[in-house]
């Protein structure tokens, strides 16, 4: 039971990475929009953030420091403030996006207007921060989180054609009624989505939060290997489900309610029921996540004592700076902006910013003053840099590619 609850910090980093509020709508609009054909784009971007985090954790585990400790160090204060700033809008808007998924996954749930339960949502982030250990925060919301497996079991039992599901996956082309430039938009999207820097912040965070050591290594490599697969297959069987069921009827997705479709097509009010578990957890989960990620990055940038594992009178800055961002995160949503197009930008502008926080890691995995004999390998190095190269081009064509295709609409 130990060993499977060890790999609850990557579950939960994975679950409120990949099927965050964004994602749920996502994987759908691309599974109505373009079947399975983009299914590769969520196999690269699986294999680079378990490339990204188990760095970022081995990193931590050995030098015993976080992301924005070392991004300081390496690039120096002012280099490090700009990154910061972007980082810290960038999970900003996501954690408003999440806080706001929670609220329309209960709206859904109650018929009551989902901006009603926003300052319900977020107090109860704030809480479960405030009183909840960080074992018991990791176990039980990515646990719960992995309800939303009723997707993939939906995905079977709608009985697919599973001739035309491979040629989709395997053959990917670009459908007669979409435009390259849309697919091309879609496909930094999802990576970006996948890559998302505010995993890393939480995962390297929660790796010291836990008092990882080098002798932990191992440890950190189980959670990576099985978490964000996990998280990965998720939002393929969101997309999946989606190719089946709505891109015959040519539905475009719109709104999270339209994502449950396929679900209760498949297994009616039960499977919904578990769906909408599912997501109120996984959107708990990356409220939790982001909200911890504000207070991580300020406070390792600033040298301020921080973590879950100090009391709050001990790290008074650290939990301020938490309050303050979910405090802000109310008031963005109140302003009437949409939480699932506010996650969608946040997901582009994650991808303009990757590099600033992947080169720094990157060079640390490979110094000895940190490392020791625990650098990385020439394979490891090997697959490190196609993944920069990935990274770098999907940062310049972020912004072009949203302002040339509105978006993706």
Not at 137 to 154: P, S
Not at 244 to 272: D, I, N, R
Not at 350 to 378: C, F, H, Q
Request: hydrophobic share 55%; glycine share 10%; aromatic share 10%.
């Amino acid at each position: 039971m130990k060993k499977l609850l060890g790999v609850a910090l990557g579950v939960l980093t994975a679950i409120g990475g990949f099927v965050d509020i964004g994602d749920l709508v996502t994987s759908a609009v691309v599974g109505s929009r373009f079947g399975l054909s983009l299914a590769w784009v969520l196999a690269v971007g699986v294999v680079g953030i378990c490339l990204f985090a188990q760095m970022s954790g081995r990193v931590a585990a050995v030098s015993g420091r976080a992301t924005f400790e070392i991004i300081r160090e390496r690039l120096g204060a002012r280099a490090a403030l700009g990154n910061l700033v972007a980082s810290f809008l960038i999970n900003l808007m996501t954690l408003a996006a999440e806080v706001g998924g929670v609220a329309i996954a209960l709206q859904l749930a109650s018929s009551v207007d989902y901006l009603l339960w926003v300052p319900l949502a977020a107090f109860g982030v704030w809480l479960v921060i405030w009183r909840v250990k960080f074992k018991v925060l990791e176990n039980v919301t990515g646990l719960m989180g992995l309800a939303l497996i009723v997707f993939a079991v939906a995905f079977f039992l709608l009985h697919p054609d599973w001739g035309q599901i491979g040629e989709q996956a395997f053959l990917p082309s670009v459908p007669d009624s979409e435009e390259p430039v849309t697919y091309w938009y879609f496909a930094i999207a999802l990576f970006g989505a996948a890559m998302t820097p505010y995993e890393v912040f939480f995962f390297s965070s929660g790796a010291v939060e836990e008092g990882w050591k080098a002798k932990d290594i191992g440890r950190s490599r189980v959670n990576v290997l099985v978490g964000f697969p996990l998280g990965g297959l998720l939002s393929l069987s969101i997309a999946a489900c989606a190719a089946v069921v709505l891109l015959p009827l040519g539905a475009k997705v719109t709104a999270l309610s339209q994502t449950f479709l396929p679900v209760m097509e498949a297994g009616g009010k039960v499977a919904l029921a578990i769906a909408l578990v599912g997501t109120v957890a996984a959107t708990f989960g990356a409220a939790l996540e982001t909200t911890l990620s504000a207070g991580y990055a300020v406070a390792q940038f600033s040298g301020w004592p921080w973590g879950k594992f100090r009391r709050p009178q001990q790290a008074a800055r650290f939990h301020l700076l938490m309050i303050g961002s979910l405090v802000a995160g109310i008031g963005i949503l109140m302003t009437g902006v949409d939480p699932v197009q506010l996650t969608e930008y946040s997901v582009v502008f994650s991808a303009i910013a990757l590099p600033l926080t992947y080169i720094p890691i990157l060079i640390v995995a490979n110094d000895r003053e940190y490392m020791g004999e625990k650098v990385n390998g020439r394979a490891m190095n090997a697959a490190a840099m196609v993944y920069l190269v990935l990274v770098v081009i999907a940062s310049v064509a972020a912004v072009p590619l949203m302002i040339i295709t509105g978006g993706g609409s």
